[in-house]
């Protein structure tokens, strides 16, 4: 079993509604999450961190977090054909100063 | 402020060789950390130095090394490179490096022919 689990994709969705991305781990133990985006080519960029169970609201994105079920999601609304990208979960391996990174779910949003 | 700075942006090197990529963190971060990004495994932890010292290091062979200057730059050196090393060669730096949020560079892309 991998430690960061993601959906491959592509997801799918059209212009302006909800794209859900999902992303499950195996360290109980874990206490940081982050979402980071990826364009083709380029390096990923942070979007949204959370560290306590509940959502977590920054403009259209939004994470959920429930360390009880060991899994965090990323809604992203009105989606924008320039959310277009790869979007990577990463967990702070607590004390290890090493993150675990998912392989990423491709998000295509068709205009 | 300047971001995270990589060099060489691009190189191509043949089995064999040896090459050494560097890193610049962004100003006041005194942690670097190495991550080798494939298309088929994703990014993969290479290893993390925080005041020169490593503290964690990836599942790698010993071919791939690291270290961290007194001003916090960081270099990364694979020996004896292998078709299999061909990746994009990402740093990133933190203020500490632990729950803290990563902040990547651009990369170095390797082509080992």
């Known amino acids: 079993q991998k430690e960061v689990e993601q959906n491959s994709g592509p997801l799918s969705v059209p212009e302006g509604a909800i794209a859900s991305l999902n992303c499950t781990y195996s360290?109980?133990?874990?206490?940081?999450f982050f979402w980071y985006r990826q364009y083709s080519g380029k390096s990923p960029e942070l979007i949204m961190s959370?560290?306590?169970?509940g959502d977590k609201e920054d403009g259209r994105f939004t994470a959920q977090l429930n360390k009880a079920s060991q899994y965090v999601s990323l809604l992203i609304r009105d989606s924008q054909p320039s959310d277009s990208a790869t979007y990577l979960c990463?967990?702070?391996?607590?004390?290890?100063?090493?993150?675990?990174f998912g392989t990423g779910t491709r998000l295509k949003v068709l205009a | 402020k300047a971001g995270v700075t990589q060099t060489p942006r691009y190189l191509i090197k043949t089995r064999g060789q040896q090459v050494t990529l560097s890193c610049s963190p962004i100003?006041?971060?005194?942690?670097v950390s190495w991550y080798q990004q494939t298309p088929g495994q994703g990014l993969q932890f290479l290893f993390e130095?925080?005041?020169?010292?490593?503290?964690n290091k990836g599942n790698f062979p010993g071919r791939f090394s690291g270290r961290q200057f007194s001003n916090s730059r960081s270099e990364m050196n694979v020996s004896t490179l292998e078709l299999g090393d061909s990746a994009l060669y990402l740093c990133?730096?933190?203020?500490?490096?632990?729950?803290?949020?990563?902040?990547f560079g651009e990369g170095s892309r390797l082509t080992v022919l």
């Open positions: 990133a730096s933190s203020l500490a490096g632990s729950t803290g949020e990563l902040f």
């Open positions: 360290d109980r133990v874990s206490q940081s």
């Open positions: 959370i560290y306590s169970n």
């Open positions: 990463a967990v702070d391996t607590s004390g290890t100063y090493k993150y675990i």
């Open positions: 100003s006041g971060h005194r942690s």
């Open positions: 130095y925080f005041s020169e010292t490593q503290r």
